[in-house]
Nanobody, 116 residues
Framework: VQLVESGGGLVQPGGSLRLSCAAS????????MSWYRQAPGKGRELVAR????????NYADSVKGRFTISRDNAKNTVYLQMNSLKPEDTAVYYC??????????WGQGTQVTVSS
């Protein structure tokens, strides 16, 4: 199983980034996919989740209306579109797959820094 995140970087407040997580080694369409983040000195928190069946989504209150999670089952990829970024969004962002075998797999993370 492999999850490879990309798309992180440095962006000014109010800017946008799109993160991607390319998955392999499991049945992607059957997995619930999530994005988590961990800021310096803080615990890892759920940012957004998309289900495997109905593509229903859930978001942390802090990102509702600004972030959008989506998935492309043909490309085995999940995305996180982040708009109106704030300095408090600065963190390492991780992709998580919860598979049909009830296993959790994490990516290596990608750094997002929001600063002027």
């Amino acid at each position: 199983v492999q999850l490879v995140e990309s798309g992180g970087g440095l962006v000014q407040p109010g800017g946008s980034l799109r993160l991607s997580c390319a998955a392999s080694g499991f049945t992607f369409r059957s997995a619930a996919m999530s994005w988590y983040r961990q800021a310096p000195g803080k615990g890892r928190e759920l940012v957004a989740r998309v289900s495997s069946v109905s593509d229903s989504t859930n978001y942390a209150d802090s990102v509702k209306g600004r972030f959008t999670i989506s998935r492309d089952n043909a490309k085995n990829t999940v995305y996180l579109q982040m708009n109106s970024l704030k300095p408090e969004d600065t963190a390492v962002y991780y992709c998580l797959a919860y598979t049909s075998t009830r296993s959790n797999y994490w990516g290596q993370g990608t750094q997002v820094t929001v600063s002027s």
